[in-house]
Every structure is written in C-alpha cells, then in structure tokens.
Nanobody
Framework: VQLQASGGGLVQAGGSLSLSCAAS????????VGWFRQAPGKEREFVTSSWSGRKSYADSVKGRFTISRDNAKNTVHLQMNTLKPEDTAVYYCAVRYNLRTEWIWGQGTQVTVSS
C-alpha cells in the first residue's frame, strides 16, 4: 500500500487545518489507520488512530483533533481545530493491517502554527 498525505500549511493559532491521506494499492477500510507527528528536535509521537470503530487520541490533541475515514475514497482525514503553536510539526499518516503488524508510513506534510 502507498500513502499520499496532503493538506498541511501555515495557519494562525486558533485556526483549523484538515489533512488527508489517500491510500492506493490496497483497500484499508479494515486496517488500523493513524496519524503521527514529529516536531523539530523531537521524536515522532502518536497523535491519533482508528480501528474497528474505536478511536484513540493523544492527550495533547483530545477534543481538538478528529480522525475519520472515507472508505469510498480509501482515504483517512485528520481535522485539526483550535491549533496551537506546539502543534507545529511534520505530520505522517500510517496504516497497518492489524495491531500485530508494522506501520506503513506515508510521506510527511508540514503543519506550521504561528502565534
């Protein structure tokens, strides 16, 4: 499966952005899907995931970010609201067949939140 992320950009604090991750090569409707991010000088961190109807969020984004799927388009979305400067990072989408397999990564998309 190949993943193509899009939708990053520059936004002021308090604003919103929506990221998309289009999958090709395999249908990911039953796969685990997730978003991660990596800020400058920091390790990549978990943001959110969705699988089998359950969604998980990092505490830092809970209530502000929402992950969703569009199975008809084989795409995963990340709606980010009330963005903060500390949300600035390269965002990566990832999928895996189940909880025991490795993540497959897409290329990152830059999100910059200005104060």
């Amino acid at each position: 499966v190949q993943l193509q992320a899009s939708g990053g950009g520059l936004v002021q604090a308090g604003g919103s952005l929506s990221l998309s991750c289009a999958a090709s090569g395999r249908t990911i409707s039953t796969w685990v899907v997730g978003w991660f991010r990596q800020a400058p000088g920091k390790e990549r961190e978990f943001v959110t995931s969705s699988w089998s109807g359950r969604k998980s969020y990092a505490d830092s984004v809970k209530g502000r970010f929402t992950i969703s799927r569009d199975n008809a388009k084989n795409t995963v979305h990340l709606q980010m609201n009330t963005l903060k400067p500390e949300d600035t990072a390269v965002y990566y989408c990832a999928v895996r067949y189940n909880l025991r397999t490795e993540w497959i990564w897409g290329q990152g998309t830059q999100v910059t939140v200005s104060s």
